[in-house]
């Protein structure tokens, strides 16, 4: 399957441990394709958070190697952290938006802070609105949105700097069946354009539903992942 395919992301045997002894992943290994649709899978606690982090050097693995892009990402320089995550959207479910802040300044940040030109933040940023269905919201305060506007907002500044893995952290978790349904469709979208996607969720009618390949945690350790 992955010869001949680009191998995106790639884990080799790792485990991440935390101060106190907690093991939150062990000895994990998988390989995503670029251009594959993942679910990441597992109860509350089995070590979703912590695989996605890793990815994003947020945490460091343990023990093993993480791949992305072919980079060994678990002994990369601290200063080679913040070009890579520019080609990573993150989807929290917590949305993580400035509330003092228009949908478009939102928005606007990954590109500003990456030091694009006002033009092309402007244009940019109606381009991913438009994607997600919000270009009439861009000069309204997240507070006015409802909770799937504003899942919708952290989506947009997650594909803004058109990236081509897109992560997202229980996405739907805090979001009733139609709309999850609906956010599940714009990352369906997005994957169809030729964007890496992988979901961490324990929604597992929503995964059932769109019929793509399954990473199961289960403590920690990768238990299916057909």
Known sequence: MHCLATVLIRFDNVSKR???????????????????????????????????????????ASQGQVFVHGLNVNRIAEKHIPPLRRDIGVVFQNHQLLFDRTVY??????????????????????????????????????????????????????????????????????????LSAEIMKLFHQFNQVGVTVMIATHDLELVSRLKKRQLQLHEGRLVDHA
């Open 18 to 60: 935390y101060p106190g002894g907690k093991e939150a992943l062990s000895r994990v290994s998988f390989e995503i394709d670029s251009g594959e649709m993942v679910f990441l899978t597992g109860h509350s606690g089995a070590g979703k958070s912590t695989l996605m982090k890793l990815i994003i050097v947020m945490e460091r």
């Open 105 to 178: 300044d939102n928005v606007a940040l990954p590109l500003i802070i990456a030091g694009f030109q006002h033009r092309e933040v402007g244009r940019r940023v109606r381009a991913a609105l438009s994607k997600v269905g919000l270009t009439d919201k861009e000069r309204v305060l997240p507070i006015a949105l409802s909770g799937g506007e504003q899942q919708r907002v952290g989506i947009a500044r997650a594909v803004v700097n058109r990236p081509q893995l897109l992560l997202a952290d229980e996405p739907t978790g805090n979001l009733d069946r139609g």
